[in-house]
Nanobody, 127 residues
Framework: QVQLVESGGGSVQAGGSLRLSCAAS????????MGWFRQAPGKDRESVAA????????DYTNAVKGRFIISRDNTKNMVYLQMNSLKPEDTAVYYC????????????????????WGKGTLVTVSS
């Protein structure tokens, strides 16, 4: 049974930083692409960042480029999202996701193939 458990959310002032963690179990972690998504109140869920299993290359939505960093530790079955220079518009529930895929696939395919999800962790950024 695949489980993804997020942690590290909380409240922070604008300009601050948070580090989200996701612990994965029940899957061959080093063969799964991993991603972070978020859903703000009244909005659709959106992709934030993703990291390939094959070469650990990364991709980010434009709104977080230069501020967020996704990383993974295959020895611990963990994926992280370091969030810096946080803005009020980053306020959302953040979800960890995992998906299988071929070694090199377009990011749009990788993001669309996420099929395991955590329950989310709330990030609140105040101005």
């Amino acid at each position: 049974q695949v489980q993804l458990v997020e942690s590290g959310g909380g409240s922070v002032q604008a300009g601050g930083s948070l580090r989200l963690s996701c612990a994965a179990s029940g899957l061959t972690f080093n063969r799964y692409n991993m991603g972070w998504f978020r859903q703000a109140p009244g909005k659709d869920r959106e992709s934030v960042a993703a990291i390939r299993w094959s070469d650990t290359s990364t991709d980010y939505t434009n709104a977080v480029k230069g501020r967020f960093i996704i990383s993974r530790d295959n020895t611990k079955n963990m994926v992280y999202l370091q969030m810096n220079s946080l803005k009020p518009e980053d306020t959302a529930v953040y979800y960890c996701a995992a998906g299988e895929g071929l070694p090199i696939q377009p990011w749009s395919v990788i993001i669309g193939a996420m099929n395991y999800w955590g329950k989310g962790t709330l990030v609140t950024v105040s101005s």
